[in-house]
Every structure is written in C-alpha cells, then in structure tokens.
C-alpha cells in the first residue's frame, strides 16, 4: 500500500465528534491523507469523481444510505479499494443471519485510538 502518506482513507460519518477523532488519529498520529464526508451520497461522488482511495472507513447507520449499501453502491462502480464498517452494533447483527459481504472489515465502536489504528492497518494489509 506504500506509506502512510501515500495512502488515502475516505471516512464517511455523520457524527461530528467521531469525524474529528477519526481525523485526529488516521490524520493526525498515522499521517494518512483523509477525505472525510457525512453522508454516503458524498462517498460516491468523490469516488464517481476519480479521487484516489485506498480505504472507506464507513459508520454502518448513516442517514440515507447506510454503510452496507455504500458498499454494494462503490463495488458496482468497480472500487477496488478496501472496505472497513464501524457501528456499535455488533457485526453478526447487521442483518439478521447473514454475515458481513466477502472484502467488509468490521471495527466495533467505541473504539480505541490503538484498535483503531490495528483495524485500519490490518484493511490496508500493512498489518
């Protein structure tokens, strides 16, 4: 994946205080570039738009389209980046008897700046 700078994640959160602990830890600490937007919607266009990105580090409930339909949404437009869900939902409970989708990395809230920073490490496979 190259190093840290050369890396871009794409953070998709509607929750201001966990965009800012996210930036402040990928951003911040790791020294990752971040693309960080609220809504799914604002996931796809930068996508739809050729920004590059390595990573979508996405909150599962979102307003609109939740974080599993981005998912279905950026594969159909041929993303090749990874994938990683957070939620405080537990990952067996995202739909009921089904298991997360082949390439979905699943980071459990709230999170510590330490499994935050292995969970992303281990979506870029520089783990």
Known sequence: MGTPRSTTILVVEDDPAL??????????????????????????????????????????????????????????????GRFLLTSGSQAEDITPGQRLPEGVAFLPRPWTIDELTTAVWHALGEA
């Open 19 to 80: 965009r800012r602990a996210a930036r402040r830890v990928l951003e911040g600490r790791l020294g990752y570039s971040l693309i960080v937007v609220e809504r799914a919607e604002e996931a796809l266009a930068t996508v739809d738009r050729g920004d590059h990105v390595d990573l979508v580090l996405s909150d599962l409930h979102l307003p609109g389209m939740d974080g599993l339909a981005l998912f279905d949404q950026l594969a159909v437009r041929g993303f090749r």
